[in-house]
């Protein structure tokens, strides 16, 4: 299957001193969230560049994604509930969408009542918890069924003590170089994904996304750059990770063997990052990665 797809267009502008949504007409309206039916709340975080970039990658992968044919959907932190949303309506497209089920979560309460609400306004069935995955029990996961992952994290650097406060602020505060959650997110989701499970992740620059990739890669996933985006304050990357058997080997016995190939594939994987140019906001055809 062709993990390559083609960027589709958005825009963000700015106003005054801060960012405000605009969105491009769409030739398929009907194939994302609207908007105006996502419901909101002040301890909700409401859909920003993170979420369209997420949305938009969903978008460009659509035809993989109808291809692949996932029987159970998740998305960790679902917040208003706008990229669930969408990835449901983009694969209803499908009689076969039919018997997809998707699943939702977050550790805020609010964010869990306005993402039913989201849901419910769009005339979508899923099941919304308020859990946190890197600590819930075990009874209330589905190991190894779920065919495809959506996670926009906390990924903002944010001092330690402001990880996993209450409210609006669990969905950005990302703790040092804003990985403390992504790196309790990453090994749960290797034990919740499916043989075919692919994972869509938002990571800021600053996570050093060459070196998730390379921890994915350690645990047999292959991944690729779907989307990325830069604003004013941040340079964002949406990516996919799938499992590669090619990339399940066993660890080398020698520590130092061991350390060198790690050493060497991180240095691969930044040089490749480096390859892609800081792409404005809004985008064109030709800004497809491959």
Known sequence: MDHGVEVLPSIRTKEKDEWKSRQIPSRMPS???????????????EPCD????????????????????????MEVGCGS?????????????????????YFAMDINP????????????HTVLAEVLCDNIASSGLEKRPWGKVDVMVVNPPYVPTPEDEVGRDGIASAWAGGENG?????????????????????YMVTLAANNPSQICLVM?????????????????????????????DLQVEEPKDRSVATMQRTSSAGLMD????????MPFWRNDNSSTS
């Open 31 to 45: 194939r994302i969230a609207q908007i105006r039916l996502v419901n909101g709340h002040p301890e909700v975080y």
């Open 50 to 73: 993170d979420s369209f970039a997420l949305v938009d990658a969903l978008l460009a992968d659509r035809k993989n994604l109808l291809e692949h044919q996932p029987m159970f959907c």
């Open 81 to 101: 509930g706008y990229v669930i949303t969408s990835l449901a309506i983009m694969l209803m497209q499908e009689d076969s969408a039919a018997s997809v089920s």
């Open 110 to 121: 609010h964010a869990v009542r306005v993402t039913s609400e989201t849901l419910k306004a």
């Open 179 to 199: 990985r403390t959650v992504i790196d309790k997110i990453l090994p749960v989701a290797d034990k919740l994904l499916s043989n075919k499970g692919w994972l």
């Open 217 to 245: 890669k350690e645990k047999g996933y292959a991944s690729r750059i779907i989307v990325q985006r830069s604003t004013e304050e941040e340079s964002l990357h949406v990516i996919k990770f799938w499992r590669d058997p």
């Open 271 to 278: 040089s490749v990052f480096l390859q892609f140019p800081r």
